[in-house]
């Protein structure tokens, strides 16, 4: 491989991550709207009932799941960018995203047996 090759290729995952993280960003906005524009219109008081309500549709679990998961995806390419461009070690490189990788999942799949009640 060349230089330029390599280059080319690595632009080209930038902008894959830049993009990643602007299509996830505004996941993030528009699921935080809809949870503020429920809240606003609730009637009764802001407790576990109001929430539980909001969560009790189907829909709005899948989508949540949906949102969680982009938050994840957001969170790892934030992630591998700081290490990328910070870490220059590549045994301790691997490790980090190892650990992130992990502790990413581990915190989708305790979100979802809440949000599920497994």
């Not at 502790?103 to 979802?112: E, H, Q, T």
Request: net charge positive; hydrophobic share 55%; aromatic share 14%.
């Amino acid at each position: 491989m060349t230089t330029t090759t390599i280059k080319n290729q690595a632009s080209k995952t930038a902008l894959r991550h830049w993009k990643g993280q602007r299509i996830t960003a505004t996941l993030i906005v528009i699921f935080t709207l809809l949870i503020l524009a429920q809240l606003v219109f609730a009637k009764g008081p802001l407790g576990y009932e109001l929430w539980a309500g909001i969560f009790s549709p189907t829909w709005m679990r899948l989508l949540t799941v949906i949102v969680v998961l982009g938050i994840a995806w957001h969170a790892w390419l934030g992630m591998c960018e700081i290490f990328m461009d910070y870490i220059k070690s590549a045994g301790l490189k691997s490790g980090l995203q190892i650990f992130t990788a992990l502790w990413l999942l581990g915190s989708v799949a305790w979100f979802v047996s809440v949000l599920w009640k497994f």
